[in-house]
């Protein structure tokens, strides 16, 4: 399986990307996970970065629910104009930092992306 995750917002998009890599590779329970970074270039006429695109594969077996565990728990340190869009299969979820910081969200969260994969899986809860 894979999810791309694109950062946006922030002074330096393409800083924070890097720094959420590491985030991703520094965790224990992403051994296996294969990280990747794909700058993505500004629209013409704007002053800014559109943001970077990180892909991570993955294998089945509960690991999506750590990535997004992973991802909102370095979203929660960040500054508030820091966003990530996070796409899995067809189906695609904005998350800011308020969601983040809020359980409940993280875990919604899960479930919308998980729910793009389910048809392939045996019915297990997740998160």
């Known amino acids: 399986m894979h999810m791309s995750v694109a950062v ?5 998009p393409s800083g924070e990307a890097l720094s959420l ?3 991703l590779l520094s965790d224990p329970d992403l051994r296996s996970v294969e990280v ?5 270039a500004s629209s013409p006429g704007s002053m800014s970065s559109a943001g970077d695109v990180l892909l991570i594969a993955f294998g089945a077996g509960g690991i999506g629910a ?3 565990q992973t991802l909102c728990t370095w979203l929660a340190g960040r500054r508030r104009d820091v966003r990530l869009s ?9 998350i800011d930092v308020t969601r983040a ?14 729910s793009s994969t389910s048809g392939s899986r045996d019915g297990e809860a997740g998160a």
């Not at 990747?36 to 993505?40: M, N, V």
């Not at 299969?89 to 904005?94: A, C, F, H, P, S």
């Open 21 to 23: 890599s590491k985030a």
């Open 101 to 114: 910081r809020d359980m409940d969200e993280v875990v919604a969260l899960y479930r919308q992306l998980d």
């Open 36 to 40: 990747r970074g794909i700058p993505q």
């Open 86 to 94: 996070v796409t899995q299969g067809d189906r695609t979820v904005e």
């Open 8 to 12: 946006t917002g922030g002074e330096r």
């Open 66 to 68: 750590t990535v997004v």
